[in-house]
């Protein structure tokens, strides 16, 4: 059952809808104001779409239980009824979803770091099928996926990646991944069928605007130096690659998979602001929740948070004490069960509910 609050909310937005399409259809507005009211829309309109289909239901649902005194429709009715009551509840969790307390970074692009832990070559083997997992998932969403950075090693697994998202509230779908992902399985170079466990670790940060993060060039130290590995003509000719040193954090990041120096020196900004924004969060965090700090990228990155066991196609979240017997739709990109239940049980957590 939808609050009475809550369906005022939805009300309100319905209307405000309206008021935004009459305006975008006048001749009265242009420029600024345009971009400003279709944003305002794009905000509104899944949840008002969703606020429709329920009161269209809820219409039906009506319709039908007053042919319940009716003896010719009232089988109809009722096979009707459930069918409908079933569509009712499934709405109301969708719009109990979209009217959840929003956490302020969650429309924010992010920057993904993954990166080989401890089981040598199999470990880079791991983080790529980490790395394709989170591509996968992001063509589900239909998210923009831009890498920034990639060392890879010869057996087609990576030590490093770092990779940008950008699309509709990526942070508010990938936060929970932080943290030290375990695999066990028996290695493809394994000839006597022994299991090995190895680790990668996921880091995910949100993507700062500019005017959320001040760097001042006499805070930076920029140290250029030649390519290594595979990565075109310019590799080893030229110094194209680029360190930053945040001289004030301590903070460093390079980059050397651009074509030039300045293409590299922007995507080593990118990766810098995105850690120095998260940073200023963590430090604003300090008094929050320990949940908080565990599931939003503030608690302590050597955790271990979810295991892939290869023998018994199964994916355990250890924060939620969680399993998932879908071993491979998960590695395939289908994160949106494993997601759910961690943004229920962060819910739950931050609520106080027990």
Same mark, same amino acid.
């Not at 930053?244 to 590299?264: A, E, F, R, Y």
């Not at 590695?331 to 106080?352: A, H, P, R, T, V």
């Given at each position: ?26 001749? /009265? ?19 008002? /779409? ?150 990668? /670790? ?42 930053? /040193? ?109």
């Amino acid at each position: 059952m939808i609050e009475q609050k809550i369906r005022k909310e939805l009300e309100s937005a319905k209307i405000e809808v309206g008021e935004i399409d009459l305006k975008l259809n006048s001749n /009265t507005i242009k420029g600024d104001e345009i971009i400003q009211l279709s944003k305002k829309r794009s905000q509104l309109i899944e949840i008002v /779409t969703l606020y429709d289909q329920l009161v269209e239901i809820e219409t039906s649902i009506e319709e039908n239980r007053e042919l319940l005194s009716d003896k010719e429709f009232k089988s109809l009715a009722e096979e009707e009824l459930t069918t409908l009551e079933t569509n009712l509840i499934l709405i109301e969790d969708k719009i109990k979803f979209e009217v959840r307390p929003k956490d302020p970074l969650d429309s924010k692009d992010v920057i993904i770091e993954i990166r080989a832990g401890a089981g040598g070559d199999e470990a880079a083997l791991f983080a790529s099928d980490l790395l394709r997992m989170y591509l996968r998932y992001c063509e589900r969403k239909k998210w923009n996926v831009e890498i920034i950075n990639k060392s890879e090693i010869g057996l087609g697994g990576v030590k490093e990646v770092i990779a940008s998202i950008s699309g509709k509230n990526i942070y508010s779908f990938m936060k929970f991944e932080s943290g030290v992902h375990r695999v066990q399985r028996v290695p493809a170079t394994e000839t006597s069928g022994r299991v090995h466990t190895s680790t990668a /670790t996921v880091v995910v940060l949100p993507e700062a605007d500019d005017v959320e993060i001040e760097i001042h060039e006499k805070d930076l130290r920029v140290d250029t130096y030649r390519a290594s590995g595979a990565g075109g003509q310019h590799v080893n000719k030229t110094d194209s690659a680029v360190r930053l /040193t945040h001289i004030p954090s301590g903070i460093v990041v390079q980059n050397q998979d651009g074509k030039s120096q300045h293409q590299n020196r922007q995507r080593a900004m990118r990766v810098l602001n995105a850690k120095l924004f998260e940073a200023q969060q963590d430090k604003k965090q300090e008094d929050m929740s320990k949940t908080r700090k565990l599931l939003v990228g503030g608690g302590d990155r050597s955790e271990k948070i979810r295991t892939y066991n290869f023998a018994q196609s199964r994916v355990s979240d250890h924060r939620i004490n969680l399993t998932l017997h879908k071993l491979d739709y998960i590695l395939d990109g289908d994160l949106d069960e494993l997601n759910n239940e961690l943004y229920k049980n962060y819910i739950k957590e931050e609520s106080g509910v027990s």
